[in-house]
């Protein structure tokens, strides 16, 4: 069945039309574009003009890919974001009219179960004597660091455990880094960091995740890490894909972009320029998990949440 799925998340929306089968997704088309709908919105609990604007802007394009393509279903999922504002039905009447479907506004453990889905199917078909050598082993502990909220989710072949906490690349910065220096200042990232331990402190009081044996990391914080680690030109997401980042590494990429200026994130090859702002809370997010859970690495995925929307629609 030929699908197309369609994640708008508070940094991103983005498209994955696929034909799916039993057991696996054959990409159509991929496609990412950073339209910051999350812009203001843990100041103002509203979705500003602007950030709608550039948003169905992007899914106009994606609908004419769509029927490019002749994808017969349809599923487009909203996050963090539109969870959190007032005005989501602006959100939600735009997308109706140009998909011809509602928008599913889903919860922090909706969001969780569909993360767990797309990023563990190819993990759990690997061989550990190829792909990936010594793992990945479950349990998994995946984590999907987004604009304005992360998921952490715990299983084996199903989502056993999950939780969204409120901390995410954008609404850190926003909150924290915006007018902080740059780069930005060592109280700053104290009150950056403040805030993920209290995010951790919960996510460990109510998620098993001393029990995981992997960490998967998912989305775009995550993946320009590990890109960087890599020390790739370009980014190139065959090399990203599974690949698995050390702990080691991780501290590293994430010291040396938290010492940059805007301008020096910016001539970074693997960096989207729509992350080049958000970035150093991302990456700090996922530095004080491995830290946090003593993990020796993060192993990457580039499969995640759209293509655990792909699976459901194609049920």
């Known amino acids: 069945m030929r699908v197309a799925a369609v994640d708008c998340g508070t940094n991103s929306v983005r498209l994955l039309v696929a034909d799916v089968g039993d057991d696996l997704i054959d990409d159509i088309e991929r ?24 948003t169905f802007k992007a899914m106009r394009a994606y609908r004419e890919l769509i029927d490019r393509h002749g994808a017969t ?18 959100f939600v009447d735009g997308v109706r009219e140009i998909f011809g479907v509602e ?47 992360t998921e952490f989710v715990v299983g084996s072949e199903h989502a056993e455990a999950a939780l969204s906490v ?15 220096g740059d780069p930005p200042s060592a109280l700053a990232l104290e009150a950056v960091v403040a805030d993920i331990e209290a995010a951790l402190d919960r996510v460990e009081a109510e998620v098993p995740v001393r029990e995981a044996r992997t960490l998967v990391g998912l989305a775009g914080s995550v993946t320009t890490v590990a890109g960087m680690a890599l020390g790739l030109p370009a980014y190139d997401s065959e090399r990203i894909h599974h690949s698995r980042i050390s702990a080691e590494e991780v501290h590293g990429v994430t010291r040396r972009l938290l010492a940059m200026t805007h301008g020096e994130r910016a001539e970074v090859g693997v960096m989207h320029p729509g992350r080049v702002d958000v970035i150093g809370a991302g990456a700090l997010i996922l530095d004080r998990i491995v830290r946090r859970f003593a993990f020796s690495q993060v192993v990457v995925s580039e499969h995640d949440i759209l293509d655990g929307i792909a699976w459901t629609i194609a049920r």
């Open 166 to 180: 409120d901390i995410g690349c954008v609404r850190l910065t926003e909150r924290h880094l915006k007018d902080a």
């Open 73 to 90: 279903r349809t599923r487009v999922v909203a996050t963090s974001a539109t969870r959190d504002a007032d005005n989501r039905q602006e």
């Open 31 to 54: 496609r990412m574009e950073i339209v910051r709908l999350g812009q203001g919105v843990d100041r103002t609990g509203r979705l500003a003009p602007d950030a709608l604007d550039r």
């Open 103 to 149: 928008p599913e506004v889903v919860s922090g453990a909706e969001e969780a179960e569909l993360s767990f889905a797309g990023a563990t199917k190819g993990l759990i078909r690997l061989s550990p004597e190829t792909e990936l050598p010594q793992g990945p082993m479950p349990p998994y502990l995946v984590v999907d660091i987004g604009g304005g909220s």
